[in-house]
């Protein structure tokens, strides 16, 4: 399981586990910082509804989106 915390802000990564980085393409948590999680939606207003309804509720469950690899496949990953 990925694991994952972002600031809701900006989406700079601010950690993440080694799933993670396999799930999204990297070998390295510094390569991977690197990038803002914006980098990696497949439809940028995807993530602002995201941002919209973590700060409306406070949490998702189950948040179904599609994201780019660090090669570009497009997969689908679920937010909790």
Avoid: P, W
């Amino acid at each position: 399981i990925g694991l994952l915390r972002t600031s809701v802000k900006d989406g700079k990564v601010l950690s993440a586990n080694k799933a993670t980085l396999s799930i999204f393409g990297f070998d390295n948590l510094e390569d991977f910082c690197s990038h803002t999680m914006t980098d990696f939606y497949e439809d940028r207003a995807v993530r602002n509804h995201l941002v919209e309804i973590l700060c409306e509720i406070g949490e998702v469950s189950n948040f179904q989106t599609n994201i780019k690899t660090k090669n570009g496949e497009i997969i689908t990953i679920a937010l909790s």
